[in-house]
């Protein structure tokens, strides 16, 4: 029994502006439901609340997400995001190669951070700045989407999400040593790999390790960071 919740921390989704234009906003729509199908269609837990496994969510607070739940943000960037704000600094000490990557705008190979460990909240964030300059390379101040960058975005934020999820609720239950990088399964296990002109390689969603994976430690008990 567990959801999947989605909270999205950005005016939008498909741009970096404060004030999205209605183009943006229509945008913001398109990504939210097909970023939810790609999930929907992914998920391998067990149902959770209401017979469903994933959601966009609105109020947290309201919701009252259970430590079997996942929560994952999305947000601009490091700087702006939840993980920063909450970080003990005893899982400072433990991330600060992941917290070095989170922090440098450039480095596209992770799109994501998690913050799990010890009795601390856990907390997952999606970094949709980097997203959109991974898969954009060049143009990335361009506001236009072109139709492959259309197709990518939402598959890639999903992707991203799932990743993180892994983290969150996967990792802490595996032996001390294992490293969902290297021992994930691959896909989107792995870190996100883009081509020379921003293409997203590899698998297009999890592969069957990962699905498995999830099967059998997303719903593991882990209280969530509730922003
Ligand atoms: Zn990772």
């Not at 004030?19 to 398109?30: K, S």
């Not at 259970?66 to 947000?75: E, G, S």
């Not at 917290?99 to 997952?124: C, D, K, W, Y």
């Amino acid at each position: 029994m567990a959801v999947l919740w989605l909270k999205q921390m950005t005016p939008s989704l498909s741009s970096m502006t404060t004030n999205p234009t209605p183009e943006q906003r229509r945008l913001d729509g398109q990504f939210r439901d097909q970023i939810l199908a790609l999930l929907q269609g992914w998920a391998t837990w067990p149902l959770g609340r209401d017979r469903y496994r994933v959601s966009w969510v609105n109020n947290l607070v309201q919701q009252a997400p259970t430590a079997h739940d996942c929560v994952v943000y999305f947000v601009h960037n490091y700087t702006r995001g939840v993980i920063q704000a909450t970080l003990t600094t005893s899982q400072a000490t433990v991330m600060q190669n992941q917290l070095a990557i989170a922090r440098n705008p450039s480095n596209f190979r992770e799109v994501g951070l998690t913050a799990a460990g010890g009795s601390q909240a856990h907390a997952s964030e999606v970094y949709l700045g980097k997203c959109l300059s991974a898969l954009r390379q060049l143009r990335r101040d361009n506001p236009v989407f072109t139709p492959r960058e259309l197709r990518e975005y939402p598959l890639l934020l999903a992707m991203a999400a799932l990743h993180e999820a892994m983290h969150n609720k996967v990792e802490p239950e595996m032996p001390p040593n294992w490293s969902q990088h290297n021992q994930g399964g691959g896909g989107v296990a792995g870190s996100m790999i883009f081509a020379p002109g921003g293409q997203l390689l590899g698998p297009p969603g999890p592969t069957q390790a990962n699905q498995t994976f999830l099967q059998q430690h997303f719903a593991s008990r882990h209280p969530q960071y509730i922003a």
